[in-house]
């Protein structure tokens, strides 16, 4: 499965981006998706997940109440919408799959397909 994530740009400070990932090729239907970040010099971390009927939903503390995951299954699309975004959330942000799972899995090393990354920067 390929992955392209898009939507990414320059925000000020409390301001709102919407993160939108592709999928093509071959699509599983009980696969996990979700969305990581990477800033300069940080290890990639973990910041929301949803499983395939979008019932359950992860995120990391650092993003609670303000950011927002959904999936389109018809698309073969997952989106995240980024609210009071603050200076911390600038990062390189990847779209991923979770092909072996069927519950949400923080760790980086569970998820085996990854997007290119879109840059998000948060200005104060």
């Known amino acids: 499965v390929q992955l392209q994530a898009s939507g990414g740009g320059l925000v000020q400070a409390g301001g709102s981006l919407r993160l939108s990932c592709a999928a093509s090729?071959?699509?599983?239907?009980?696969?996990?998706m979700g969305w990581f970040r990477q800033a300069p010099g940080k290890e990639r971390e973990f910041v929301a997940g949803?499983?395939?009927?979008?019932?359950?939903?992860v995120y990391a503390d650092s993003v609670k109440g303000r950011f927002t995951i959904s999936r389109d299954n018809a698309k073969n699309s997952v989106y995240l919408q980024m609210n009071s975004l603050k200076p911390e959330d600038t990062a390189l942000y990847y779209c991923?799959?979770?092909?072996?799972?069927?519950?949400?899995?923080?760790?980086?090393?569970?998820?085996?397909?990854w997007g290119q990354g879109t840059q998000v920067t948060v200005s104060s």
């Open positions: 090729g071959r699509t599983f239907s009980g696969n996990v």
């Open positions: 949803t499983t395939w009927s979008g019932g359950s939903t």
């Open positions: 991923a799959a979770d092909s072996r799972a069927y519950t949400i899995r923080t760790a980086t090393f569970h998820w085996d397909h």
